[in-house]
């Protein structure tokens, strides 16, 4: 079956820190790959998508990801995280056929100190 | 405010007893999804419609549930007899159709949050 691994469950970082957060899927078809982020008391947002092309992808707030076939993975990247970035992110993957059904992993609960 | 709207936010039913919730997707999205999400967990898929046709089932959602969108707008998803382990948050999401696998993102709701006591 298909599924999402998030390696990390809760990551703390300080202001100005990098943040990695990794993500693997297992499907070897074509997927489309998305990070949601849900801020503290609001509902799940779109924080950037992969479709097609260049597999480095922007998104909002100064994320980005890097979809690496070979590899499975769609790891989440920010050179610099603030306070703000405090939520929870979810990668989810939408295989071929799937109905937009996404398949989302466990999460990962970033905390960010001043 | 243009989003997805649920209804009710909280929800507290004792064992047995059936709840209902109700899911307002976007307007112009044909796509109307129901998750569940548990403490510690990413949500997961539970059923899909197009418009009025529920396409998907999950294999999660036993014959207690029952999810429907009789005009192809707002969703209801019923629990009946429930039971302390259907304590979840329970998601609902719309989307467009579009070309493609991608379709056009999915749009969330802030869920309704069920305590079965």
């Known amino acids: 079956a298909q599924s999402v691994s998030q390696h990390n469950h809760h990551v703390i970082l300080s202001e100005a820190a990098s943040l990695e957060l990794g993500c693997n899927y297992s499907y070897g078809g074509t997927v489309n790959l998305f990070w949601y982020v849900q801020y503290p008391g609001q509902h799940l947002q779109l924080l950037l998508k992969?479709?097609?092309?260049?597999?480095l992808v922007k998104g909002i707030k100064g994320f980005e990801a890097e979809f690496i076939k070979s590899k499975f993975s769609f790891n989440l990247r920010k050179p610099s995280v603030q306070w703000s970035d405090t939520a929870e992110y979810f990668c989810?993957?939408?295989?071929?056929?799937?109905?937009?059904?996404?398949?989302f992993g466990a999460g990962t609960r970033l905390a960010v100190h001043p | 405010d243009t989003g997805v709207s649920q209804n009710p936010r909280h929800k507290i039913t004792k064992r047995g007893q059936n709840v209902t919730f109700r899911c307002d997707p976007i307007?112009?999205?044909?796509?109307l999804y129901w998750y569940r999400q548990t403490l510690g967990q990413g949500p997961e898929f539970l059923t899909y419609?197009?418009?009025?046709?529920?396409?998907?089932k999950s294999r999660l959602l036993s014959d207690r549930f029952s999810a429907e969108r009789p005009k192809g707008s707002f969703s209801t998803l019923e629990i009946q007899r429930t039971e302390q382990g259907d304590s979840a948050m329970y998601l609902c999401?719309?989307?467009?159709?579009?070309?493609?696998?991608?379709?056009?993102?999915?749009?969330f709701g802030n869920g309704t949050r069920l305590t079965v006591t």
């Open positions: 307007s112009e999205h044909n796509r």
């Open positions: 989810a993957v939408l295989i071929s056929g799937g109905y937009n059904k996404l398949i």
């Open positions: 419609f197009q418009n009025e046709a529920q396409l998907e």
């Open positions: 992969y479709f097609s092309g260049d597999p």
């Open positions: 999401a719309s989307s467009a159709l579009g070309q493609g696998i991608g379709g056009s993102p999915l749009h």
